[in-house]
């Protein structure tokens, strides 16, 4: 099952699971493949999607950390969209109101967009775009 999840095989992995224990996929797995469904890919999906993301690598073993990226134009009161590019050229809407929330482990990060094999950090940040800065910050929760 741990060599279908390091590679993105999801569903490899849930079946493994099933086969393995005899026992249906606990919801945490099965929330943790479906964060990464493309119908998850919409402005304002991501809190729940970077939720289920956390408590799937924090039930596997790891320490993710969830990051909460801004944009916000210079005076401060107004947001701005973030979009991000697709692996296809396209870009995606991450959000239309400045805000996106994902999830960072061991260098890399996952959202909706990357899949789940996420994206080395800096090619993550490389795809995004917004007509201000985007901040990043640790946060908690998302």
Known sequence: MLAHLAR???????HAYEVATGLKAPLWLTGFKAAF?????VPGACQGVARSIHTGFTRLGGKPEYVE?????ADKRAYVEIVFRLANGKDAHVSKAGLH?????????Y?????AAGLPWADYMSRLAALAPIAEKAVESP
């Open 8 to 14: 993105g095989e999801l569903a490899e992995a849930i």
């Open 37 to 41: 469904d493309a119908s998850k890919q």
């Open 69 to 73: 990226l801004t944009a916000q134009v």
């Open 101 to 109: 929330v994902l999830v960072r482990m061991n260098g890399r990060g």
């Open 111 to 115: 959202d909706a967009y990357t899949g």
